[in-house]
């Protein structure tokens, strides 16, 4: 089912719920399609909407289902995007930042890991730019 925003010749804005795009051609030809309010027949799309069932399943979900669903989202950007160095975090952001001081070339990838309050607390001393992300588990449910 398409769901097309109609508009008839006189402004009016109504909704049309059609199998297909053809569908809505033939229908609108043979004048079947006509405007709820003054029967007008002379009507047009305005905004086509399919997406239209996928919102509404979407607004179902519990907002901690649909926060959940965009942390996973965000790792896998996160993951595609950039290195993982584990446990390195701390060692290869120094050496990123010292080759940058240097103005060495940088490589076009980030990284990615994990590291401990003082390794933390050492790289905003040296002035490393790094941004606490929020991790989610890949098996979290
Ligand atoms: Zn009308």
């Not at 925003?5 to 399609?33: I, K, M």
């Not at 950039?82 to 490589?107: I, N, P, W, Y």
């Not at 002035?127 to 979290?140: A, K, L, M, N």
Request: hydrophobic content about 30%; charged content about 30%.
């Amino acid at each position: 089912m398409i769901c097309y925003q109609l508009r008839c010749s006189a402004g009016h804005p109504f909704e049309g719920w059609f199998p297909n795009s053809t569908s809505y051609d033939q229908q609108q030809d043979s004048g079947l399609v006509s405007c709820p309010q003054c029967g007008v027949t002379e009507v047009e799309k305005s905004l086509m909407a399919p997406a239209l069932s996928t919102r509404a399943a979407q607004k179902t979900l519990p907002p901690d289902e649909q926060v959940r669903m965009a942390l996973r989202a965000f790792r896998k950007v996160v993951e595609t995007q950039c290195d993982d160095v584990g446990d390195r975090f701390a060692e290869e952001a120094m050496k990123r930042h010292d080759a940058q001081l240097e103005g060495e070339r940088q490589s076009e990838r980030g990284i990615y890991g994990t590291m401990s309050d003082s390794e933390k607390e050492r790289l905003e001393d040296e002035g490393v730019d790094f941004t606490p992300v929020p991790w989610i588990d890949r098996s979290d449910s």
